[in-house]
């Protein structure tokens, strides 16, 4: 069983910057895209950033320059650095992976449970 776990929400005055970091952990062959979607409270999901294993990354346009994202593939980690915080980007940060179980022939998109991130003064 695989299991994404996130870390490193909380609340933060605008212009702040705050680190998230997903663990996976399990029976894990391997790990493709990993990923940070937002939700905030009345709106859609949405992708904030992307990476490949190889380290290619995407962005929304929104967090272009503000956000990094990275990826530790020996510790199964990505993280997303974001800095220059605006009360915008307050939401629920979930954690996305496509991962390939141990004897699997197929990858398997995983979820993790979300944090919290309120931008506000």
Not at 1 to 27: D, I, K, M, N
Not at 107 to 113: A, E, H, P, V
Request: glycine share 12%.
């Amino acid at each position: 069983q695989v299991q994404l776990v996130e870390s490193g929400g909380g609340l933060v005055q605008p212009g702040g910057s705050l680190r998230l970091s997903c663990a996976a952990s399990g029976s894990i062959f391997n790990i493709d895209t990993m990923g940070w979607y937002r939700q905030a409270l009345g709106n859609q999901r949405e992708l904030v950033a992307a990476i490949t294993r190889g380290g290619t990354t995407n962005y929304s346009d929104s967090v272009k320059g503000r956000f990094t994202i990275s990826r530790d593939n020996a510790k199964k980690t990505v993280y997303l650095q974001m800095n220059s915080l605006k009360p915008e980007d307050t939401a629920v940060y979930s954690c996305n992976a496509d991962i390939r179980n141990l004897g699997a022939p197929y990858t398997t998109n995983y979820w993790g449970q979300g944090t919290q991130v309120t931008v506000s003064s």
